[in-house]
């Protein structure tokens, strides 16, 4: 059994209480500078951190809210009802953890954060000397690392060939030439989550053809790793969901736990493997990854303040922010190694030229050097394909220089060529389906999306690569509030997008859909938006 553990964030005297007002209260602790929200009303006091479940943005007071419940996100306006602890924007979404509200005698209170023990101090086992060679750690692309533990061989995140979200990301690396025997040699894989540069369908294929018993492993996320395996017609016959918070035993010296993100419960996951008493943690996405740019948007935002410039100043904040965030972290964490990954792609498609250009991102070697500026105690590696980690000698001596092998001389790091005619051809494909000859798909598809009841009018345009309108395209306005498809805008006040989609990455998305069986993406807006913006890089317009 793990044991809960109370800590005191913030403590207010009783002057401080009488002074807290009716509604909303920002609050920050003078000794951390950490900001909390209390809010009062007549059935008493709740209590949260000032941190966006998104991605930890500090909330402000939401003007447009006249109840004075509500606090907007400064980061991506998320919205968070601080009487119910609900965020009411994205719609029905997530909880806010809530901090315990103490009274004390004499009139002043304080907030506690309950935290259960961390479940990997459990059961501790005895730390071994390592020997040279026992356990190697080698980077194939992205996400995707291999570790020789002892007798072992375990493969993370196998995203190995093919596109990921449609055909918006590519491989930045070029896997090592032998990495279809890697993967198909494995004894176990673990693949942290559902998203397509971590769970690759066009990767698991191959190994389903030379291996399909292969044992893999996945967190039991509320929303299934495996939610689309068989339309995917990939076949693996030995997938096995594991309970959080609980060490797996694989031999005598290996054992590995899987843990859920804080931001993205129902979805992420992450991974602590324990050799002979060494703690490797796999974080994958749970801490954002350390390229950061704009995630696919407002690059392909126009109009409004949506200037080339305004972008580039956006992108350039967004990747300093996350590089502080990602360094300040590994300092906190104190590892003997760190290697930044889970990274490595790149918008390689033609049509996604201008993404490309746009959407820089940090490199893990500017990472690595903050860290090594910030705390150069801890040893970093920069990988490349191929490349190995000897964890035995690392350990020893972290200055050794035969601590980390390079990939032999003749590798190609970057790769220069991708198979997009393959994958893009297959999503072209549903441009021509029957149902499009039908108007009336527009309908059934935005009442199955089933977001409604916002005052949003959206006007989409179905384009060609180049984000002009597409022949005999769709040219429609759907008005949210009623879910209605009007001829012209409303004369009512509201909110007003263009999306301009590529036809084909529309068309095959509407056909193929996303899983609603069982109903897994029930914030309904975001999966529209993420959707729309993630995986149809469409051009997106504000008025
Ligand atoms: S961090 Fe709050 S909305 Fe993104």
Same mark, same amino acid.
């Given at each position: 059994?793990?044991?809960?553990?109370?800590?005191?964030?913030?403590?207010?005297?009783?002057?401080?209480?009488?002074?807290?007002?009716?509604?909303?209260?920002?609050?920050?602790?003078?000794?951390?500078?950490?900001?909390?929200?209390?809010?009062?009303?007549?059935?008493?006091?709740?209590?949260?951190?000032?941190?966006?479940?998104?991605?930890?943005?500090?909330?402000?007071?939401?003007?447009?809210?006249?109840?004075?419940?509500?606090?907007?996100?400064?980061?991506?306006?998320?919205?968070?009802?601080?009487?119910?602890?609900?965020?009411?924007?994205?719609?029905?979404?997530?909880?806010?953890?809530?901090?315990?509200?103490?009274?004390?005698?004499?009139?002043?209170?304080?907030?506690?954060?309950?935290?259960?023990?961390?479940?990997?101090?459990?059961?501790?086992?005895?730390?071994?000397?390592?020997?040279?060679?026992?356990?190697?750690?080698?980077?194939?692309?992205?996400?995707?690392?291999?570790?020789?533990?002892?007798?072992?061989?375990?493969?993370?995140?196998?995203?190995?060939?093919?596109?990921?979200?449609?055909?918006?990301?590519?491989?930045?690396?070029?896997?090592?030439?032998?990495?279809?025997?890697?993967?198909?040699?494995?004894?176990?894989?673990?693949?942290?989550?559902?998203?397509?540069?971590?769970?690759?369908?066009?990767?698991?294929? =191959?190994?389903?053809?030379?291996?399909?018993?292969?044992?893999?492993?996945?967190?039991?996320?509320?929303?299934?790793?495996?939610?689309?395996?068989?339309?995917?017609?990939?076949?693996?016959?030995?997938?096995?969901?594991?309970?959080?918070?609980?060490?797996?035993?694989?031999?005598?010296?290996?054992?590995?736990?899987?843990?859920?993100?804080?931001?993205?419960?129902?979805?992420?996951?992450?991974?602590?493997?324990?050799?002979?008493?060494?703690?490797?943690?796999?974080?994958?996405?749970?801490?954002?990854?350390?390229?950061?740019?704009?995630?696919?948007?407002?690059?392909?935002?126009?109009?409004?303040?949506?200037?080339?410039?305004?972008?580039?100043?956006?992108?350039?904040?967004?990747?300093?922010?996350?590089?502080?965030?990602?360094?300040?972290?590994?300092?906190?964490?104190?590892?003997?190694?760190?290697?930044?990954?889970?990274?490595?792609?790149?918008?390689?498609?033609p049509s996604d030229r201008y993404i490309k250009e746009t959407n820089t991102k940090n490199s893990a070697a500017d990472l690595n050097?903050?860290?090594?500026?910030?705390?150069?105690?801890?040893?970093?590696?920069?990988?490349?394909?191929?490349?190995?980690?000897?964890?035995?000698?690392?350990?020893?001596?972290?200055?050794?220089?035969?601590?980390?092998?390079?990939?032999?001389?003749?590798?190609?790091?970057?790769?220069?060529?991708?198979?997009?005619?393959?994958? =893009?051809?297959?999503?072209?494909?549903?441009?021509?389906?029957?149902?499009?000859?039908?108007?009336?798909?527009?309908?059934?598809?935005?009442?199955?999306?089933?977001?409604?009841?916002?005052?949003? =009018?959206?006007?989409?345009?179905?384009?060609?690569?180049?984000?002009?309108?597409?022949?005999?395209?769709?040219?429609?306005?759907?008005?949210?509030?009623?879910?209605?498809?009007?001829?012209?805008?409303?004369?009512?006040?509201?909110?007003?997008?263009?999306?301009?989609?590529?036809?084909?990455?529309?068309?095959?998305?509407?056909?193929?859909?996303?899983?609603?069986?069982?109903?897994?993406?029930?914030?309904?807006?975001?999966?529209?938006?993420?959707?729309?913006?993630?995986?149809?890089?469409?051009?997106?317009?504000?008025?």
């Open positions: 059994m793990t044991s809960q553990t109370a800590k005191v964030v913030l403590s207010l005297d009783a002057h401080a209480v009488d002074s807290l007002k009716d509604g909303v209260n920002f609050k920050k602790n003078p000794e951390d500078s950490k900001c909390y929200i209390i809010y009062k009303s007549e059935e008493g006091l709740r209590a949260c951190k000032n941190q966006c479940k998104h991605q930890g943005g500090l909330f402000i007071k939401d003007i447009e809210d006249l109840d004075g419940k509500t606090v907007k996100c400064t980061k991506h306006n998320w919205k968070l009802n601080v009487s119910t602890m609900k965020y009411v924007n994205p719609p029905d979404s997530f909880m806010q953890d809530e901090l315990e509200v103490e009274a004390l005698e004499g009139g002043g209170l304080q907030l506690l954060e309950l935290d259960p023990e961390d479940p990997w101090l459990e059961d501790p086992r005895e730390t071994l000397e390592l020997q040279p060679g026992e356990v190697q750690v080698t980077y194939l692309t992205h996400a995707c690392m291999e570790l020789q533990l002892g007798s072992c061989r375990f493969l993370f995140d196998p995203w190995l060939q093919g596109p990921a979200f449609a055909q918006g990301w590519w491989l930045l690396h070029e896997p090592p030439a032998d990495w279809s025997d890697r993967l198909c040699g494995a004894d176990l894989v673990y693949i942290s989550h559902m998203h397509s540069d971590h769970l690759s369908y066009p990767t698991l294929k =191959v190994l389903s053809e030379r291996r399909p018993d292969m044992p893999i492993y996945v967190g039991d996320t509320s929303r299934p790793v495996f939610w689309y395996l068989e339309r995917s017609e990939v076949k693996l016959t030995n997938i096995n969901v594991v309970p959080f918070g609980t060490w797996q035993n694989v031999d005598e010296h290996l054992r590995y736990m899987i843990l859920m993100d804080g931001v993205h419960p129902e979805m992420d996951t992450c991974i602590i493997v324990q050799y002979k008493g060494h703690m490797i943690l796999n974080t994958v996405d749970c801490t954002s990854d350390f390229a950061g740019g704009a995630s696919g948007f407002p690059m392909t935002f126009y109009g409004g303040k949506y200037t080339d410039s305004w972008k580039a100043q956006f992108v350039k904040n967004e990747r300093k922010k996350l590089l502080n965030y990602k360094a300040s972290l590994v300092k906190s964490l104190q590892p003997k190694v760190y290697c930044p990954f889970a990274g490595y792609f790149v918008e390689a498609h050097a903050l860290i090594n500026k910030q705390a150069p105690e801890i040893k970093t590696w920069t990988p490349q394909p191929g490349a190995v980690l000897d964890l035995g000698l690392a350990l020893r001596d972290p200055s050794d220089s035969r601590a980390v092998r390079a990939p032999p001389a003749d590798t190609k790091v970057l790769k220069d060529n991708w198979d997009f005619g393959l994958y =893009v051809n297959e999503q072209n494909s549903a441009i021509g389906a029957d149902i499009f000859t039908y108007p009336e798909w527009i309908q059934f598809y935005y009442t199955w999306a089933g977001f409604d009841n916002y005052n949003l =009018v959206v006007r989409v345009i179905e384009t060609d690569d180049n984000f002009q309108p597409f022949p005999n395209g769709f040219d429609y306005l759907v008005d949210f509030s009623d879910l209605t498809f009007p001829a012209e805008r409303p004369d009512r006040e509201h909110s007003y997008l263009e999306l301009k989609n590529r036809v084909g990455v529309m068309r095959w998305v509407v056909l193929n859909g996303i899983s609603r069986d069982p109903d897994i993406y029930h914030h309904k807006y975001f999966f529209l938006k993420f959707m729309q913006f993630l995986y149809l890089k469409s051009l997106v317009a504000l008025g």
